[in-house]
Each structure stands twice: as C-alpha cells, then as structure tokens.
C-alpha cells in the first residue's frame, strides 16, 4: 500500500512545517499554539491510535493541583519555592484549559475535593492536617483566596463512607469529561487549519540538514521542526530521557440508585483516586503495589491491583451497597524523578514536551502553550 501513494498525496500530505507526534493534551494544545499565533505556519499531528494512546482521554478527569498529602511529599522534592512555582503551574493550566475550550466544553463540575483518612492512619492524617494553614498560605496568591483546604469531618457520613474518620476538603477541586475535553480540542485544532492523522506510528526520526525525516507505518513525513508529545512513549524514540511509565488501572460500575457520593476524592497520598459520573463510581490506581509491575507501556490489568480497587469499594465507598462492574481500562502516565515536565530542544530541528507526571489535566495545556512557543522561536 505504502508503495501506492500518487503523486498529489505525497505532495500535500507528507510534508508540514512543523509535525508534533502524539494527538494527546500536550500535542493538541501545542498545535493549537502554533497555529494560533502564527496561521501561516502549517501543523500536521501524528497519533500512532485511532484515539490518543497514552492517558488523555483515559484518565479519571480530575481538575486538580495536590492533595495535602501529595504536596507534603512534592515539598520534600521540590523545596517550599519550587512547589509554589509547581501548584502555580497546575492553576494556570487549568485556568487556561478553561478559558480555551469553555467549561461546558469539557463538563467541568466544582463539586469540592476530598482525601480520606482510616483510623489507623492517624500519624498521616494529624500531619496533614497541621499542614493546611501552611499549604492554604503558600497558594493563597495563586488561587486569590484564603482557607481552601478546610477539615471536613461533618460529611462523612453524607457520603456514605465505612472506616474513615478525617476528610480535608479542597473547595476548588473539580471534575471534567476527558472524552469531551479531547473532542473539543481536536474540534479548535481542526477549526483553525491544524492537520491530525490517526493510526500513524512513527518508528524512526532522521535529521537532514535543518529538516527532520519522519519514517512512520504510512509513509515518510518530513518537516521543518518536529515535536514529541508522547508522554510515557517518548523513549522509543528518544531513549534516555528521564521518563517512566507508571499504568493506571481504572474501573466503573454500572449506575447506582440514589448515589450519596459527589465529587474527586483521594486516598492513600493520592495512590486511589475516585469521583462519581453518571449515577456511578469511577476508581483507579494501586500502581503503588507494586511500582515495578505498573511501571510499563503495556495496557491491562493485574489481579492484585483489581483486587484492591475492588475492596475499597466494598469495604470503605460503598459499604452495605449492591454494585457491578460495568467496565475496567487502563491508562498510561509518565513520571520522574523532577516533578516538572521536560520542556526541551532534544537536538537541531527536534522538541520535546513529556511527564505530566500524573498531571495531565493540569499542566497540560499550560505545557502544550510553551512547547509550541519554543518551537515557533526556533523557525
């Protein structure tokens, strides 16, 4: 087939200015980037799946910046500045994602988040706890206003929870729909001239002189500059780059009458995470049960993390209530040592904008916007 290509189809499809591999949140919004600030630029995406690979439209869709928890674990690597400049980046992503698409665009729903305590895990619990007023001071600027964590015990038992007996509340943590998130970008991708093709997988990328060939299953693409937004894919590739894949497994029930639960709650330092939708509970991870196994680019699941995910729910969400499972997917993340994504120029003609660390949602497009302007300043 690939031998088949006319003479027309080589000419206006194989060649673009600037060609960003992977269709994701990343790759999406540095397209739109490029393109909006300079029209004339031509923008073609490559997207090895039918839909994108790796988490965009996989994850939990959690509009978040860090639960107590996980900040006091993101302070001790970051320092106190470096996790300001850290949650600063999550808010203005997010703010972005907003003002860009719209918030009925991407369903977003404020309905509060949540991190849950057991007993036994009382140490964790007074320590973050003693940490509110600090982490409630350090964003206050950024997000302009005071006490947005606040202790929350009082609504416990409105959600229904078994076995809990500290819940912190964030009060401007929400929710999107990531398949509507992902379908409005691709909509304003398309609307102002950017080119996606699907079910392309690039195998190899050599430079000539100041041009990149891109050699892929459909043929070989050529380009100015090219950008890699593969996130946990981006060292078959560029190998050696600081990224590691980490799976997120994730299941949801089928509806469940009269559902007490509403909003994004996190547990276990923010290794579960789970929110309702559509009159059900959606739940993911236990990657931390063993870090190794999770740390792949093979989807699927595990029967120790399946199991886990299914005891939470049965013994501390929904105690006493009949649930099935309806569906279980995974995604896959990128993480490292450095909570911040890499932003670079690899080599001449050649970009990079991966490890989202988890964060996709929030520092996505904020990612997106500066890989494509470093991208446009080296044209």
Same mark, same amino acid.
């Given at each position: *087939? ?10 206006? !499809?194989?060649?673009?200015? /600037? ?25 073609? /995406? ?18 978040? !910046? ?30 972005? @994602? ?11 729903? &404020? ?19 003693? &940490? ?34 500290? @819940? ?9 729909? #990531?398949? *509507? ?6 909509? &304003? ?13 690039? =195998? ?28 946990? !894919?981006?060292? =078959? ?17 089928? #509806? ?57 729910? =049965?013994?501390?969400?929904?105690? =006493? ?13 990128? !993480? ?38 470093? /991208?446009?300043?080296?044209?």
């Amino acid at each position: *087939m690939l031998q088949n290509l006319s003479y027309w189809e080589k000419k206006n !499809f194989f060649h673009a200015d /600037v060609i960003i591999i992977g269709s994701g949140i990343v790759g999406l919004n540095a397209a739109i980037a490029i393109k909006s600030e300079s029209p004339k630029i031509s923008v073609l /995406v490559l997207e090895r799946g039918f839909l994108p690979s790796g988490a965009s439209t996989k994850n939990a869709g959690f509009a978040c !910046f860090g639960s107590i928890s996980e900040l006091i674990e993101q302070e001790k690597l970051s320092g106190t500045d470096g996790l300001y400049q850290l949650i600063s980046k999550r808010w203005r992503g997010l703010l972005k @994602l907003r003002n860009l698409l719209g918030d009925d665009a991407i369903s977003f729903q &404020k309905n509060g988040g949540f991190e849950l305590f057991k007993p036994e895990e009382s140490d964790l619990a007074n320590e973050c706890v003693a &940490k509110m007023s600090h982490f409630n001071s350090l964003i206050e600027d950024i997000v302009l206003q005071k006490n947005t964590y606040s202790l929350t015990n009082s609504k416990i038992d409105s959600f229904g929870f078994k076995g809990i007996d500290v @819940l912190i509340e964030n009060d401007l943590e929400a929710q999107i729909d #990531p398949g *509507m998130m992902m379908k409005a970008l691709l909509a &304003k991708a398309l609307a102002i001239g950017v080119q996606v093709y699907t079910n392309c997988k690039v =195998e190899e990328l050599l430079q000539e002189n100041n041009s990149t060939l891109i050699k892929t299953n459909q043929g070989d693409f050529s380009c100015k500059r090219v950008l890699l937004a593969t996130n946990a !894919f981006v060292n =078959e590739l560029l190998p050696n780059l600081a990224v590691a894949p980490g799976r997120g497994q994730v299941i949801i029930t089928k #509806p469940i009458p009269n559902l007490k639960l509403k909003g994004t709650f996190h547990y276990d330092k923010g290794y579960y995470y789970f929110r309702n939708v559509d009159d059900r509970i959606l739940l993911g991870g236990g990657r931390n049960l063993n870090f190794k196994a999770e740390e792949t680019t093979v989807f699927g699941e595990t029967p120790l993390v399946q199991k886990a995910l299914i005891n939470l729910l =049965e013994e501390v969400i929904l105690p =006493e209530t009949h649930f099935e499972i309806e569906q279980k997917w995974s995604g896959i993340m990128a !993480f490292g040592s450095s909570l911040t994504p890499i932003i670079k120029e690899i080599k001449p003609t050649i970009f990079c904008a991966v490890r989202c660390n988890g964060m996709g949602i929030a520092i996505g497009s904020q990612t997106g916007q500066e890989a494509g302007e470093m /991208v446009m300043r080296s044209l």
